[in-house]
């Protein structure tokens, strides 16, 4: 796959290449495994055979970078995230932190019955069951950002979008959202679960198992923001009841923390603020993309107006 002409992309290109390659040595790396792999505002990823090399979002703050990586390859957490890569380089390219991991195989969105929900459960839980490592690891270790990517979100459509459609309904669902809904626990969080953040680990034997990758969002904070997506998907009617029943399920037999008898008692905050997060981006990038809203969209934008229906108590997004 060629890489676009970019100066941001050419010299990540170059940094992998260099990283996955003894000075002076061909590359021989088979077809279809070098190229771009995203390339979004919030970083952009190139893989160069064995291994990817990621340019982080602008804004990274480079304290918290180093102190998100150090986590990563911390030996408690091994078997949970994906550990970094040890490698010579620039540190950070056009003001941009960079970083280099293995390659792991991601989920195949061509076939949702084989995704692996029950697999991730399980590691969620694992992670917010383990104590945050001690030493510089976890002395810098910063609070995980899910709800401030949420806020970012609204912001970011109120900026872009004021005068969309749909604006005000997905402003009046996130009046709903308390202001303290980042207090609570501070256990170890990845704070951006979804199944594109899973890859099967490199060099195991058989069928690697699944692990967690992308720490840009890790940190210490409430677990039920990991549970937040499926959750608000499950109760926007996307994620089917099954799905969800078997996710909790293998979350609460893995001794996962973030919830008690009553989920929504914790899911509920959370699970509106992921809903208005989605929805928000939805009508920031429809407009910037001049598009109607998809059916998909158009969903969560009708989940904000059963949400902004509601009372603002611990029912409100289940009986949606």
């Given at each position: 796959?060629d890489l676009?002409?970019?100066?941001?992309?050419?010299?990540?290109?170059?940094?992998?290449?260099?990283?996955?390659?003894?000075?002076?040595?061909?590359?021989?790396?088979?077809?279809?495994?070098?190229?771009?792999?995203?390339?979004?505002?919030?970083?952009?990823?190139v893989?160069?055979g064995?291994?990817?090399?990621?340019?982080?979002?602008?804004?990274?703050d480079?304290?918290?970078?180093?102190?998100?990586?150090?986590?990563?390859?911390?030996?408690?957490?091994?078997?949970?995230?994906?550990?970094?890569?040890?490698?010579?380089?620039p540190?950070?390219?056009?003001?941009?932190?960079?970083?280099?991991?293995?390659?792991?195989?991601?989920?195949?969105?061509?076939?949702?019955?084989?995704?692996?929900?029950?697999?991730?459960?399980?590691?969620?839980?694992?992670?917010?069951?383990?104590?945050?490592?001690?030493?510089?690891?976890?002395?810098?270790?910063?609070?995980?950002?899910?709800?401030?990517?949420?806020?970012?979100?609204?912001?970011?459509?109120?900026?872009?979008?004021?005068?969309?459609?749909?604006?005000?309904?997905?402003?009046?669902a996130?009046?709903?959202?308390?202001?303290?809904?980042?207090?609570?626990?501070?256990?170890?969080?990845?704070?951006?679960?979804?199944?594109?953040?899973?890859?099967?680990?490199?060099?195991?034997?058989?069928?690697?198992?699944?692990?967690?990758?992308?720490?840009?969002?890790?940190?210490?904070?409430?677990p039920?923001?990991?549970?937040?997506?499926?959750?608000?998907?499950?109760?926007?009617?996307?994620?089917?009841?099954?799905?969800?029943?078997?996710?909790?399920g293998?979350?609460?037999?893995?001794?996962?923390?973030?919830?008690?008898?009553?989920?929504?008692?914790?899911?509920?905050?959370?699970?509106?603020?992921?809903t208005?997060?989605?929805?928000?981006?939805?009508?920031?990038?429809?407009?910037?993309?001049?598009?109607?809203?998809?059916?998909?969209?158009?969903?969560?934008?009708?989940?904000?107006?059963?949400?902004?229906?509601?009372?603002?108590?611990?029912?409100?997004?289940?009986?949606?």
């Amino acid at each position: 796959m060629d890489l676009p002409d970019r100066p941001l992309l050419d010299a990540l290109a170059a940094y992998a290449h260099s990283a996955a390659h003894e000075p002076g040595t061909p590359c021989r790396c088979a077809s279809g495994t070098v190229g771009v792999l995203a390339d979004r505002d919030d970083g952009t990823v190139v893989r160069h055979g064995h291994l990817v090399a990621k340019a982080h979002a602008p804004a990274t703050d480079p304290a918290e970078h180093r102190a998100r990586v150090a986590l990563a390859a911390h030996p408690d957490v091994r078997g949970i995230l994906l550990p970094p890569l040890p490698g010579p380089g620039p540190g950070e390219l056009d003001g941009r932190p960079v970083s280099l991991w293995p390659y792991g195989a991601p989920v195949d969105p061509a076939d949702p019955d084989a995704a692996p929900w029950e697999e991730a459960a399980a590691l969620l839980a694992l992670l917010h069951r383990t104590p945050p490592p001690e030493g510089p690891a976890a002395a810098r270790l910063p609070a995980m950002r899910a709800p401030v990517k949420a806020a970012l979100a609204v912001d970011r459509m109120r900026r872009t979008a004021p005068d969309h459609p749909a604006a005000a309904t997905v402003s009046a669902a996130w009046r709903s959202v308390p202001d303290d809904a980042a207090d609570g626990p501070r256990l170890l969080c990845h704070g951006d679960f979804h199944l594109g953040q899973l890859v099967r680990g490199p060099g195991a034997p058989g069928p690697a198992p699944w692990l967690l990758i992308d720490v840009d969002d890790a940190g210490l904070g409430d677990p039920a923001w990991d549970l937040a997506r499926p959750a608000a998907w499950f109760a926007a009617g996307i994620l089917p009841p099954e799905v969800w029943s078997r996710f909790l399920g293998a979350y609460l037999r893995a001794g996962g923390l973030a919830v008690g008898a009553d989920p929504w008692a914790e899911l509920d905050v959370p699970a509106r603020a992921l809903t208005v997060q989605t929805a928000a981006l939805a009508v920031a990038k429809s407009t910037a993309e001049g598009r109607p809203l998809d059916e998909v969209e158009d969903v969560m934008i009708d989940t904000c107006a059963r949400i902004a229906g509601h009372r603002t108590d611990s029912t409100a997004v289940a009986s949606t």
